[in-house]
């Protein structure tokens, strides 16, 4: 894209500059001869009007009271019936200019100069149109030049926020570009964010409520089957027992439905280190709190990794480094470490702030809640995305915030096509 815009501007100064510098050129080298000309042909005239006077007196013509008009270098030659050429100065050579003016007694005055020195003006007045053109191509190309990076840097940001944001990754971005229909696109692609994030959290809480519900009438029924079963009429203990069956298939296949959903929303999870992904996160929002006087600290163990959706894990950490940025104060401290439960790893956001008021604890992940004028919607669905990979997104400390995310460790299986170590065991 850059290169297009690049090449359309200069295409566009270059004509411009031909089709005027061509004209220019041409024009100034025959103002340059006509001037010459001029000027020689009013010499000429002033000489013939002197020689007109020495022939009226009739007295011969004497050259040398017209040489003070007679040009540097040129040579000024009279004609005359019966007579020959009177002339004066030396010979101007081969390429000459010359004009002629009639006198008395139908003579004629020459006067010819080099036209060598005519023709280097007449150069030199082209090349300064040729210079011109060259001085107005090298302009617009840095304009060219400017223009084009001005443009097409935030085209490639505008086409990395779609890739993000197919990707999962839907954090507002305020960054905008000065230019009129470019920030109409990031302005609908911050409206489409919003939705999206809203949906993806609706999607998730619809189906963790209907699992809940499922399951929690699912056990009812069967514990009262497992009474019935228990029956003294032999029939309907029986009834019983295959209804409890029954139950217990559609406990199974629901189930298998809620694995299959999750292997679904977890399709994009992969190996994460997150002692490279977590810096280069952080790196955004340290300009950031930078900007308000704040800082970002990093404690993060070597060679920590985590299974997770990349695009996911972004938005969760950037949601959660936000509402620090928002809502809290101080330093930030963005730290990884393992888990105490083995298989796991632990994310922590914190800041130094005052912290989560007691009575806003049991509510920072309801959708649409908010205790401080935001959407209510970043923790929420920072909450469904961390389910969405199998992980936990919880609020371990109060006072000051610490929102910690919980994350399993992947294992040789989550690797396709890699073959991993047997373990080694005793025989």
């Known amino acids: 894209m850059r290169r297009r815009i690049l090449l359309a501007i200069l295409l566009a100064v270059t004509v411009t ?23 020689l042909a009013a010499s000429a005239q002033r000489i013939a009007a002197t020689l007109d006077d020495q022939l009226a007196n009739g007295r ?11 040009p540097q270098s040129g040579q000024l030659t009279v004609h005359r019936p019966g007579s020959g050429p009177l002339t004066y100065g030396p010979d101007p050579g081969p390429e000459v200019v010359v004009e002629s003016v009639p006198i008395a007694g139908r003579g004629t005055v020459e006067l010819a100069i080099p036209a060598g020195p005519l023709r280097t003006q007449q150069t030199q007045v082209a ?11 090298g302009t617009g190309t840095v304009v060219a030049t400017v223009t084009a990076n001005r443009l097409a840097r935030p085209l490639r940001h505008v086409a990395d926020r779609a890739a993000r944001l197919g990707g999962g990754d839907f954090r507002p971005d305020g960054r905008r570009y000065e230019v009129a229909e470019l920030d109409m696109v990031a302005d609908a692609l911050d409206a489409s964010a919003s939705a999206l994030a809203q949906l993806v959290q609706r999607e998730r809480q619809l189906v963790g409520d209907v699992s809940h519900q499922l399951r929690s ?8 089957l497992e009474a019935l079963t228990l029956h003294p009429a032999e029939d309907v203990a029986d009834e019983a027992k295959e209804a409890l069956e029954q139950a217990d298939r559609l406990a199974e296949a629901l189930d298998e439905l809620l694995a299959a959903a999750r292997a679904a929303s977890e399709v994009g999870a992969e190996p994460v280190s997150l002692s490279t992904m977590l810096p280069e996160v952080s790196e955004e929002w340290r300009q950031l709190l930078k900007a308000e006087g704040r800082t970002l600290r990093m404690r993060i163990s070597d060679g920590l990794m985590a299974r997770a959706t990349p695009a996911r ?20 401290t963005l730290a990884a470490r393992r888990g105490e439960t083995e298989g796991t790893v632990v994310v922590e956001v914190s800041d130094s702030g005052s912290g989560v008021p007691e009575e806003l604890v049991p509510h920072v992940f309801e959708r649409g809640f ?3 004028g935001s959407t209510g919607v970043g923790l929420a669905l920072a909450r469904a995305l961390a389910e969405a990979d199998g992980g936990r997104l919880e609020l371990s400390g109060r006072s000051p915030a610490t929102f910690s995310l919980f994350l399993r460790v992947p294992s040789p299986t989550d690797v ?10 005793p025989r």
């Open 370 to 372: 908010s205790g401080a």
């Open 60 to 70: 011969p013509l004497d050259l040398n009271q017209v040489r003070a008009a007679v």
């Open 17 to 39: 500059g031909v089709a005027l510098g061509s004209p220019l050129g041409v024009t100034g080298w025959l103002l340059v001869e006509n001037f010459s000309r001029e000027d």
């Open 313 to 332: 894990l972004r938005e969760i950490i950037g949601v959660l480094l936000d509402n620090a940025l928002r809502h809290g104060a101080g330093t930030v």
């Open 217 to 224: 009438r699912l056990t009812a029924l069967q514990l009262r």
């Open 127 to 137: 090349m300064a149109a040729v210079l011109l053109v060259v001085l107005s191509v």
């Open 416 to 425: 396709a096509a890699v073959d991993w170590p047997a373990e080694r065991v």
